[in-house]
């Protein structure tokens, strides 16, 4: 399965600041994914990272709030924007490798926003 | 829309003893993953077992094992023989094969293995 380093693990920030989450993976893989998971809630996805293309978010998310990088098969990059307490939260990055193998996740990011 | 749901907020199990988590799903996909994820309180996400809609036999990956009634669309894990380090969130999700390929995820068990 896919090895997949998420950095930072962890991080306090200020509000109204903005914070780059990465997420590397050491193999070529299609589909990366973003989650966010609120305190105590379960996992809501963010965007579907395409590479080469923008991309595809959900319903409830924005690109000028979370925009994302897909520069290449190996790597993606979250931005959290214009930060409050309400995004305190655990970011995670996601593979799939095919559509009947499991995903695999990154270790995710605690984020935490003063 | 896909939809995934937990019913149990909360499960206790004695070491040792075996343990059935709850899910169902809803779905007008004919093709879908049904997959079983632990959380500890770490947060990673940690892969457990998975049961696609068109296989004939119930999935099964050591102490875990997924009780798939496709036409009541409940895809149940038993874990057996519970361990003291079982203790964990529990998350059941799905993904279709026809629209998007990301997880759409239950709410969560929180399983409680006690001594």
């Known amino acids: 399965s896919a090895v997949i380093s998420q950095k930072p693990s962890r991080d306090i920030c200020q509000r109204g600041t903005s914070l780059t989450i990465q997420c590397q993976v050491d193999s070529q893989v299609t589909m990366m994914f973003w989650y966010r998971q609120q305190p105590g809630q379960s996992l809501t996805l963010i965007a579907t990272?395409?590479?080469?293309?923008?991309?595809?978010?959900e319903s409830g998310f924005v690109i000028d709030k979370f925009p994302i990088s897909r520069p290449n098969l190996t790597f993606s990059t979250l931005t959290v924007s214009n930060m409050s307490p309400e995004d305190s939260s655990i970011y995670l990055c996601?593979?799939?490798?095919?559509?009947?193998?499991?995903?695999?996740f990154g270790d995710g990011t605690r984020l935490s926003i003063l | 829309a896909q939809k995934i749901t937990q019913t149990q907020p909360g499960m206790f199990v004695q070491e040792k003893e075996a343990v059935t988590l709850d899910c169902t799903y809803d779905?007008?996909?004919?093709?879908?993953?049904l997959f079983w994820y632990k959380q500890p309180s770490s947060g990673e996400m940690i892969f457990l077992i998975y049961q696609g809609s068109y296989d004939q036999q119930n999935a099964t990956e050591g102490r875990y094992s997924l009780n798939f009634q496709k036409a009541r669309k409940s895809a149940n894990l038993v874990i057996s023989a519970s361990q003291l380090g079982d203790s964990a969130m529990y998350f059941c999700a799905m993904r279709d094969y026809t629209g998007r390929r990301a997880l759409t995820f239950g709410s969560g068990t929180r399983l409680q293995v006690q001594p």
């Open positions: 779905t007008s996909d004919p093709s879908y993953g």
């Open positions: 990272a395409n590479q080469g293309s923008e991309a595809t978010y």
């Open positions: 996601s593979v799939g490798q095919g559509r009947e193998q499991p995903q695999h």
